[in-house]
């Protein structure tokens, strides 16, 4: 494999591309949808029918990222997506949409990226070198969370200025995955040919013996329930952000967008800090930052105002890219690069499972909670990462 940096610009870019679409996409959903209705119970529900695409995702990453062609894989989750939103985009009612197409498109989309996602970070390993992961992936982070500065600004100008139609988030969208189909295609990577004549293994099979790798590796099975567990708080995160819009801050879609990019910008910030970071990111370096930023959605929570809540936007997305990027090495690290298609199978099994849960409890409380919301997920963060850190503490004094 071409080991040098050239080569891995694509799999940068690739993300960036389909992302930028895709926040689009989101915010065009959860604004419509909450603006139409005055609260996030329908949007809840959608996100979290939607989200059982991550599960059959998470059990088909094994068998399709670790026995065929990565690129390919890749490759195909662009296409299929793509005409998944051009399509809808011709069939949906701007006036009225469809309620189990938008469920389908959310479904089509979600368990496409519980493929792509995984895919991406497999074939990292096999194209960049193990003294430059860290650095790739804090790279890749940024140029992904750039995406989702620029989407709220684009999403925001869209709502305010022409009165955007749903269908013309889908096509926007589509447009995203065709670029990310390209970037994909120049990707330096060629099939193992010995790989070819290994016996292929069903979805059981796969599993099990990524369960089997993670019972020998501690570390994995730690990494897994951190994801899971912030991706439950992470629902809640972002289907209040809305509700806050509407109902606090005088029902702007601009004052959505604004939190939107400040989050993003606060991701950016974070993405960057671990680019230039020299020294090495630990686990409990990661998890004390949790902690701070549930201490940060408590006390902003408690005092709510314009300002507190931009302060949490801007925290939350700092620790939130630093979490999923360094996350993901101590995993690529962590894992034989021939079990890293089962292994991010597994993760991503743990970081999708809680998200139909999250989506579903928090769409239907949020309403009932609304500011103190961001009061009962900083709870949720410190208390989970303190248990973390207390038994990562003892196993090393052990």
């Known amino acids: 494999m071409n080991k040098s940096k050239k080569t891995y610009f694509p799999l940068v870019f690739s993300p960036f591309a389909s992302q930028l679409g895709s926040a689009i996409y989101v915010l065009g959903l959860n604004w419509l949808i909450v603006r139409t209705t005055g609260n996030t119970k329908l949007l809840g529900l959608i996100e979290g029918l939607g989200g059982l695409a991550f599960l059959l995702g998470d059990f088909l990453v094994g068998l399709l990222v670790d026995q065929y062609n990565r690129k390919k894989v890749l490759i195909w989750t662009d296409v299929i997506s793509a005409l998944m939103c051009f399509i809808s985009g011709f069939y949906i009612n701007d006036q009225q949409p469809q309620i189990w197409l ?63 139609d749903f269908s013309e988030f889908l096509i926007i969208n589509a447009i995203s995955y065709i670029v990310a189909l390209l970037m994909n295609l120049l990707i330096p990577y060629k099939e193992n040919q010995k790989e070819k004549k290994i016996k292929r293994e069903s979805i059981v099979t796969s599993t099990l013996i990524g369960f089997k790798y993670v019972k020998e590796h501690p570390n994995l099975l730690m990494y897994m329930l951190a994801m899971g567990f912030f991706n439950f708080c992470y629902a809640g995160f972002l289907l209040a952000a809305p509700y806050i819009a509407h109902h606090f801050f005088e029902g702007m879609s601009t004052s959505y967008s604004l939190f939107l990019t400040i989050s993003a910008i606060g991701a950016l910030l974070g993405g960057l800090w671990l680019t230039f970071q020299k020294s090495e990111v630990t686990s409990q370096r990661i998890y004390y930052e949790q902690l701070i930023s549930g201490f940060v959605l408590i006390i902003c929570g408690t005092f709510l105002s314009l300002f507190t809540w931009i302060l949490i936007a801007i925290s939350y997305g700092i620790f939130q890219a630093r979490f999923f990027g360094s996350i993901t090495t101590f995993i690529q690290n962590e894992t034989d690069i021939k079990f890293l298609g089962r292994i991010f199978g597994l993760t991503f099994l ?30 949720f963060l410190v208390t989970f990462f303190s248990l973390l850190l207390y038994f990562k503490n003892n196993k090393l004094s052990n």
């Open 102 to 164: 938008l469920v389908a498109i959310t479904f089509i989309l979600n368990l496409m990226l519980a493929l792509n996602y995984p895919a991406a970070k497999a074939i990292a390993p096999e194209v960049v070198e193990k003294a430059h992961l860290q650095k790739f992936n804090a790279v890749s982070n940024t140029f992904f969370n750039l995406a989702n500065v620029g989407a709220p600004l684009i999403g925001g100008v869209l709502l305010a200025v022409k009165n955007i």
């Open 350 to 379: 743990f970081f999708d499972g809680v998200q139909p849960v999250g989506d579903i409890i928090f769409g239907f409380f949020i309403s009932s909670w609304q500011q103190w919301t961001y009061v009962v997920l900083g709870t």
